[in-house]
């Protein structure tokens, strides 16, 4: 419960009545691309309301604690970035490559410097206590125009138990396996059970929905997968939309089931796109695969919370959009 409250951060735009509020997100970048300069750049002339890195924002050589050091410190230091920070709120939320090594999860034994640097990158507040617990997990809320924005970040590498047959991480359901472990179940639970925002959007690494491919995934831990959709049925929560990244493609998945409506929208790629793997099979996929460098938006009318996601170039030209029903989003 203690962790609860100091994670929680409320941002208030209390002057001025804004029609809209856009969430941009993205993941999978090298910072010393020359591409890196130009995405940041666009998305900080967009100007969204916050910006949200959902994990591989720089590619540490495995298992290096000081080369991460470095490339997070580099990162930081682009005039590019600093442009966005101070233009912009931004969030932050690891995947692999920015945990430190490549799949990697609990067994990671530089976790804990990592969670240091990470802390530091992403600015929390309460860093300190974040080291002392583990997992890089947060809470923010967002108030506009009497809507509230809730936003979660999932860590799932800090706990994370092996894959069965690590060398071949995700092929292989795990129905003991651990994801986002104990500690932080509780806290996302705390975080749901006390919710009376509008709309709530959860960050993380991998995948939850497209569940079909041979990479990492919440599919490969088919009971956390079904505790999470859980806790959302249980708590009734409003509007849940997953935001994900790592697989350098992107692309929106929606589950409809008659108790639950869940989005997930992958942004992945924003200089570290690939193409040979956009014809995989989804079953959630709505429309189509972007396949080039891009980041995603998410912007919501805070009058009618109709919301559209759109996907952009490296220099903010939009590739593709949708919108998203949110009154159905999570309603019954
Ligand atoms: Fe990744």
């Known amino acids: ?15 001025g009545q ?12 090298k910072h010393n691309k020359p591409e890196s300069d130009q995405i940041l750049e666009a998305i900080t002339t967009e100007n969204p309301n916050v910006f949200i ?31 966005l920070l101070q233009e912009t709120k931004v969030l932050a939320i690891w995947d692999d490559h920015d945990y430190g090594i490549n799949n990697g999860g609990s067994n990671y034994k530089n976790k804990t410097k990592s969670l240091i640097d990470f802390g ?3 600015n929390i507040n309460n860093a300190e206590e974040v080291v002392g617990r583990g997992g890089a997990y947060q809470h923010y809320e967002f108030i506009q125009n009497d809507v509230k924005i809730s936003i979660t970040l999932l860590d799932n590498r800090f706990f994370r138990t092996p894959y069965l047959g690590e060398k071949i991480a995700g092929q292989i359901s795990n129905t003991q396996g651990v994801l986002l472990g104990d500690q932080q179940w509780r806290w996302l639970e705390n975080v749901l059970k006390n919710s009376t925002a ?11 929905l497209s569940n079909k491919h041979r990479f990492e995934k919440w599919a490969n831990y088919p009971q956390e997968r079904m505790r999470f959709l859980s806790l959302l049925k249980k708590y009734q929560i409003k509007t849940p939309i997953f935001l994900s990244g790592d697989r350098h493609h992107s ?20 200089t570290e796109a ?25 912007t919501v009318d805070l009058n009618t919370l109709k919301s559209t996601v759109s996907f952009h170039d490296i220099r903010g030209e939009k590739i593709t959009s949708k919108e998203l029903e949110l009154a159905m989003i999570g309603s019954d």
């Not at 509008?198 to 939850?208: C, D, K, T, V």
Request: glycine residues 8%.
């Open 274 to 298: 690939i193409s040979w793997n956009s014809k995989e099979p989804n079953p959630y996929r709505i429309g189509e695969v972007v396949t080039q460098n891009s980041y995603a938006s998410l």
């Open 53 to 83: 890195w959902l994990g591989d924002v720089v590619y540490g050589k495995d298992g290096d604690a000081d080369d991460l050091t470095a490339k997070y410190n580099q990162l930081k230091a682009k005039s590019s970035y600093q442009k």
């Open 198 to 208: 509008n709309i709530h959007i959860f960050g993380g690494g991998i995948q939850f």
């Open 251 to 270: 692309e929106l998945s929606i589950l409809k089931e008659k108790d639950i409506v869940l989005a997930d929208i992958t942004s992945s790629g924003m």
């Open 120 to 122: 530091a990158f992403a």
């Open 1 to 15: 419960m203690k962790y609860l409250f100091i994670s929680i951060f409320l941002f208030s735009y209390l002057n």
């Open 18 to 29: 804004e029609k809209t509020f856009t969430i941009s997100f993205g993941s999978c970048q």
